[in-house]
Structure formats: structure tokens, C-alpha cells
């Protein structure tokens, strides 16, 4: 099933200063984008499951909290966050 991804306004912003924070622009952008992709067919099945009907997924560098409404055939992304390396 095909999905229309749409994005919680406050999740776009996370995104927005994480893409000014990201110390590799282009790394988060690609990210971004396998994540619509990904999302964009059966979301419903992506990710892990959390609680009630939300589900998370990770593409490193980012990572994504959503809501599937297979009977309307959309996406909302609710949250977005920067994975950054751990340092040893």
C-alpha cells in the first residue's frame, strides 16, 4: 500500500536545526530521504512498534517517531532527532 508522508510542523522544525546542527549536511538529507521513501510503502510495517499506534524507525543519522493510518493511506511524522555517534 502506498502511503502520503506529511510531517508534524514541530517534527519539520526538529528537522530544520538538524539539519543546521548536522556536522555532515548531505549525510542528513539522504537520510530524510530513505526515510519518505521507506515510509511512502506500507508504513504500517516499518519500524518497531511503541506505544499505542505509534512506531519508530532509524535511518542513521536520523531518527523518526510516526503514525500509520493504513485506512487513509497516510503518514504523519511526529518527531525527528540527530543519532550521533557514541565516543569512545
Same mark, same amino acid.
Given at each position: 500500500m502506498r502511503y502520503r $508522508?506529511?510531517?508534524?510542523?514541530?517534527?519539520f522544525r526538529?528537522? $530544520?536545526g538538524i539539519w543546521t546542527a548536522a556536522g555532515n549536511p548531505a549525510e542528513a538529507t539522504e537520510s530524510f530521504d530513505q526515510i519518505e521513501s521507506i515510509l511512502s510503502r506500507d508504513a504500517d510495517q516499518q519500524g518497531e512498534s511503541r506505544t499505542q499506534n505509534l512506531r519508530i524507525l532509524i535511518v542513521p543519522p536520523l531518527g523518526v517517531v510516526f503514525e500509520a493510518f493504513p485506512d487513509s493511506g497516510?503518514?504523519?511524522?511526529?518527531?525527528?532527532?540527530?543519532?550521533r555517534p557514541k565516543r569512545i
Open positions: $508522508v506529511t510531517w508534524d510542523p514541530d517534527a526538529a528537522l $530544520v497516510e503518514v504523519i511524522v511526529v518527531d525527528a532527532w540527530l543519532i
